[in-house]
């Protein structure tokens, strides 16, 4: 703010003693310089810098994390379609004309008058290929997913609007039932309802702080990346509510294991608000799992993704195989500095010896909707899968670790102090200030463009050194 305010002074400064030399008719009095300079230093300088503060504070502090649901219903709607309707898909018909007036009749200064110009153009109707259109959606604990919209009904040419019209269709629009949307109908129905993810905003004041010695740090990511054994952290989701977030480094088991953690997650995310990631290693290429683990987790909390990194729900298991059918060592963190510390130690004792399936590692539970006052409700039936009872379902199960601990229930201490540790980075405090001069020129222009010239000729000062200027036989002082 004061750097700002500083700048914009000397420019208002500059500005007045300018004006004075080239004898401006718009010259800035003192009073006018004295009442500009107050504005800008109480009120734009201070409420810009507020303001400006406030949301470099947001941007620094604003991360990335994945949350898990359930499906809960399959919508299917039916568009009637009708002539210049709201379907989507129609073809030109029916034209018209529509006189289009070039200029219109008017008389000029003189008293000629002219005609108006006008000439007549082909316009069409919209005319609907089919009958109908579907539009598919599915329902979610997270909101509402369009899976496909303004589809042609299942054999289209046989829903034909008006089809004695003679307009051939156009075999490249979308028709039918969406086969994802039937599989999560069917799972609906079935009463085991699918997975879902969604990327949502959270505020991370330990990742957002630049001088808190609680970021993980290991000086072997370099050694680990160059091997090529850290994959990068998974951050978008894909056909519509998945995330992959098992990671194969060296070794692939058989198994459906990206379903299986989007089905373990939807109920670590509607239960317990956790997200799991797993990282499946050839423990012949690592021979250091305590080090690789701490490495991994440095690295997926490192200015490397941005405001993608491992999020303050996120829980990471590492299992090594050398074998690739059996879990040889297992190691696991949190993203959070402190926490869990018990679940983890049980992660590490209890998988070793593990049958490397995504049913037995991972486990399938599943999600169980009940309707509570007109509300859906989940329950979660657990399986066998060793992550299942230990994380979800066991005795020092996953719990969320808050930021701001200011709710009731919240577990954790609060990291509320490292608030005064984030501030503005060069490039946002450059934005702050370039907005506080934009704003100071505004009020600068306002002063020379909105005062009275011949109140300031009167009052306007003289500068002796200004008579020996070469500009001096312009006019003389007024």
């Given at each position: 703010m004061l750097l700002g305010s500083l700048i914009a002074l000397l420019l208002g400064l500059a500005l007045k003693f300018a004006l004075d030399y080239f004898r401006s008719d718009y010259r800035v009095t003192w009073i006018e310089y004295a009442v500009c300079a107050a504005a800008i230093v109480l009120l734009v300088a201070p409420l810009t810098s507020w303001i400006g503060y406030k949301v470099a504070f947001a941007n620094q502090v604003t991360y990335h994390e994945s949350w898990g649901g359930y499906e809960l219903k399959a919508d299917w709607t039916k568009t009637t379609c009708t002539r210049d309707g709201s379907c989507e898909h129609t073809y030109d018909c029916d034209p018209y004309q529509v006189k289009v007036v070039d200029q219109a009749a008017y008389t000029d200064d003189k008293g000629n008058y002219h005609p108006e110009v006008s000439h007549w153009e082909t316009r069409y109707h919209d005319c609907p290929y089919t009958t109908e259109e579907w539009n598919f959606s599915v329902e979610t604990t997270l909101g509402t997913y369009t899976i496909a919209g303004a589809n042609l009904p299942t054999n289209p040419s046989q829903h034909r609007w008006e089809p004695q019209r003679g307009e051939s269709l156009d075999g490249s629009?979308?028709?039918?039932?969406?086969?994802?949307?039937?599989?999560?109908?069917?799972?609906?129905?079935?009463?085991?309802?699918?997975?879902?993810?969604?990327?949502?905003?959270?505020?991370?004041?330990?990742?957002?702080?630049?001088?808190?010695?609680?970021?993980?740090?290991?000086?072997?990511?370099?050694?680990?990346?160059?091997?090529?054994?850290?994959?990068?952290?998974?951050?978008?989701?894909?056909?519509?509510?998945?995330?992959?977030?098992?990671?194969?480094?060296?070794?692939?088991?058989?198994?459906?294991?990206?379903?299986?953690?989007?089905?373990?997650?939807?109920?670590?995310?509607?239960?317990?608000?956790?997200?799991?990631?797993?990282?499946?290693?050839?423990?012949?290429?690592?021979?250091?799992?305590?080090?690789?683990?701490?490495?991994?987790?440095?690295?997926?909390?490192?200015?490397?993704?941005?405001?993608?990194d491992l999020s303050k729900n996120g829980i990471v298991v590492v299992v090594g195989t050398t074998d690739g059918s059996t879990v040889a060592w297992a190691r696991a963190g949190t993203g959070m500095p402190v926490g869990n510390e018990a679940m983890v130690v049980d992660i590490q004792n209890s998988l070793t010896g593990v049958s490397l399936t995504p049913e037995a590692l991972i486990g399938a539970p599943t999600g169980v909707v009940h309707d509570v006052n007109g509300k859906a409700k989940f329950t979660i039936?657990?399986?066998?899968?060793?992550?299942?009872?230990?994380?979800?379902?066991?005795?020092?199960?996953?719990?969320?670790?808050?930021?701001?601990?200011?709710?009731?229930?919240?577990?954790?201490?609060?990291?509320?102090?490292?608030?005064?540790?984030?501030?503005?980075?060069?490039?946002?405090?450059?934005?702050?200030?370039?907005?506080?001069?934009?704003?100071?020129?505004?009020?600068?222009?306002?002063?020379?463009?909105?005062?009275?010239?011949?109140?300031?000729?009167?009052?306007?000062?003289?500068?002796?050194?200004?008579?020996?200027?070469?500009?001096?036989?312009?006019?003389?002082?007024?």
């Open positions: 629009l979308p028709s039918g039932i969406p086969p994802f949307w039937q599989a999560a109908k069917d799972r609906i129905d079935a009463g085991n309802p699918g997975p879902v993810t969604a990327r949502r905003d959270y505020a991370n004041y330990i990742l957002a702080s630049q001088s808190t010695i609680l970021h993980k740090y290991s000086d072997a990511i370099d050694q680990y990346k160059k091997a090529g054994v850290l994959p990068p952290i998974a951050k978008s989701v894909h056909d519509f509510y998945y995330e992959d977030r098992v990671y194969f480094v060296g070794t692939h088991p058989q198994g459906d294991w990206q379903w299986y953690i989007n089905k373990f997650d939807a109920a670590l995310g509607t239960s317990l608000q956790g997200d799991l990631h797993l990282v499946i290693v050839d423990a012949n290429k690592v021979n250091n799992p305590d080090e690789y683990t701490a490495a991994l987790l440095a690295y997926w909390q490192s200015p490397a993704f941005g405001k993608d039936d657990h399986s066998n899968g060793a992550l299942d009872k230990i994380v979800l379902s066991g005795d020092h199960a996953f719990q969320r670790v808050c930021m701001t601990c200011d709710s009731k229930g919240d577990h954790g201490v609060g990291y509320n102090y490292l608030k005064s540790q984030i501030q503005p980075s060069g490039t946002q405090k450059f934005w702050i200030v370039f907005i506080i001069e934009l704003f100071a020129a505004l009020i600068w222009g306002a002063a020379v463009y909105l005062g009275v010239p011949l109140h300031r000729n009167v009052i306007a000062p003289r500068y002796p050194w200004r008579d020996s200027s070469p500009f001096k036989n312009k006019g003389e002082w007024r």
